[in-house]
């Protein structure tokens, strides 16, 4: 019995109680019917206190809820990120997000949701529990990382990546000169979306515009490249 089968229990269990379903060992047969013995799973989660039970029904305790919280942060910020940043197909995101969920160290979390801009929500939807770098950005600072449609019109930003999954978009920025690395300006969101690269002015469609994600530039940042 291994440490990544638990974290997959524990994962269940916070999901299901998410929607907010009774979490039995019959609704857990459901959610990981590929973990071969649940039932001993179960008791070696309740021996850890990471569970407890009461008849047929089962919590996590307070430390089996921090342990679950983390793992689905993990899981969470890595289909994110794939998704957002590599453009893979949904079935890609999620095969790999299990994987990243046991591996990903705080500190790379941490660092990972600061680049992304503190998402609070997956692909899906479905919320990502904040982290303390999440805590810390909210009483410090706006989002640095975020989608074009986002900037404030006057707003400057470095673009960081284009997460499109048609190709023909990324050879047509490309042409237009909207690289990773390019200094844009937003000019305008309405009617429609107009940047400034250098002496070039671009109109792009909203939807473009949400797919290419750029970090915001200081106003003495910005100065330092005009002189």
């Known amino acids: 019995m291994?440490?990544?089968?638990?974290?997959?229990?524990?994962?269940?269990?916070?999901?299901?109680?998410?929607?907010?379903?009774?979490?039995?060992?019959?609704?857990?047969?459901?959610?990981?019917?590929?973990?071969?013995?649940?039932?001993?799973?179960?008791?070696?989660?309740?021996?850890?206190?990471l569970i407890e039970k009461e008849g047929s029904v089962i919590a996590l305790t307070k430390k089996g809820r921090k342990r679950a919280e983390n793992i689905i942060r993990r899981h969470r910020l890595?289909?994110?990120?794939?998704?957002?940043?590599?453009?893979?197909?949904?079935?890609?995101?999620?095969?790999?997000?299990?994987?990243?969920?046991h591996i990903l160290t705080p500190e790379v979390t941490d660092s990972i949701c600061t680049f992304l801009g503190h998402p609070r929500t997956c692909p899906h939807g479905k919320p990502i529990p904040p982290g303390r770098c999440c805590k810390r950005f909210e009483l410090t600072v706006k989002s640095i990382v975020l989608p074009l449609?986002?900037?404030?019109?006057?707003?400057?930003?470095?673009?960081l990546f284009i997460g499109t999954k048609v190709p023909a978009r990324?050879?047509?920025?490309?042409?237009?000169?909207?690289?990773?690395?390019?200094?844009?300006?937003?000019?305008?969101?309405?009617?429609?979306?107009?940047?400034?690269?250098?002496?070039?002015?671009?109109?792009?469609?909203?939807?473009?515009?949400?797919?290419?994600y750029v970090k915001r530039v200081k106003e003495e940042e910005s100065e330092e490249k005009q002189t």
Do not use: M, Y
């Open 78 to 101: 890595a289909e994110r990120l794939l998704a957002d940043a590599f453009a893979l197909p949904n079935k890609a995101v999620e095969s790999t997000a299990c994987e990243f969920e």
């Open 149 to 159: 449609s986002e900037l404030d019109p006057g707003g400057e930003g470095k673009v």
């Open 2 to 49: 291994t440490d990544q089968e638990l974290d997959e229990l524990l994962e269940a269990i916070w999901t299901i109680e998410e929607e907010e379903k009774e979490v039995s060992p019959t609704n857990l047969k459901k959610t990981v019917h590929h973990l071969k013995d649940l039932n001993a799973l179960i008791l070696n989660a309740e021996r850890e206190g």
């Open 170 to 212: 990324l050879e047509r920025l490309s042409v237009l000169g909207l690289v990773p690395g390019s200094l844009i300006r937003l000019r305008q969101k309405k009617p429609s979306v107009v940047v400034e690269i250098g002496e070039t002015t671009i109109a792009l469609d909203e939807e473009i515009a949400r797919e290419i």
